[in-house]
């Protein structure tokens, strides 16, 4: 079982930064790809970015350019780095770990204001 925890949320600006962090735990060594997603109110739930266990990117192209993914390499911490935030990126983020299994997060909220 894979435990993932996500903090780093908040309220932001519009143009500003944040960075999101997701701490994993439990049978880490099997994940193949973790990644971030988000759901807007309203919306469904929407891929952000993904890394695979051989640190292949993937964003969605929302976010390309102003977010950026990245890991430790231990697999234990995941991150999202975020700028240029705008309005249209409030949303809960939410960490996801697939092994056999698609593991979540409960997830972090972003707020960005005018």
């Known amino acids: 079982q894979v435990q993932l925890v996500e903090s780093g949320g908040g309220l932001v600006q519009a143009g500003g930064s944040l960075k999101l962090s997701c701490a994993a735990s439990?049978?880490?060594?099997?994940?193949?790809?973790m990644g971030w997603y988000r759901q807007a109110p309203g919306k469904q739930r929407e891929l952000v970015a993904t890394?695979?266990?051989?640190?292949?990117?993937n964003y969605s192209v929302s976010v390309k350019g102003r977010f950026t993914i990245s890991r430790n390499s231990d697999k234990r911490a995941l991150y999202l780095q975020m700028n240029s935030l705008k309005l249209e990126d409030t949303a809960v983020y939410y960490c996801?770990?697939?092994?056999?299994?698609?593991?979540w997060g409960r997830g972090t909220q972003v707020t960005v204001s005018s």
């Open positions: 890394i695979t266990k051989d640190g292949t990117t």
């Open positions: 996801k770990a697939d092994d056999w299994y698609p593991h």
């Open positions: 439990g049978n880490i060594v099997s994940i193949k790809v």
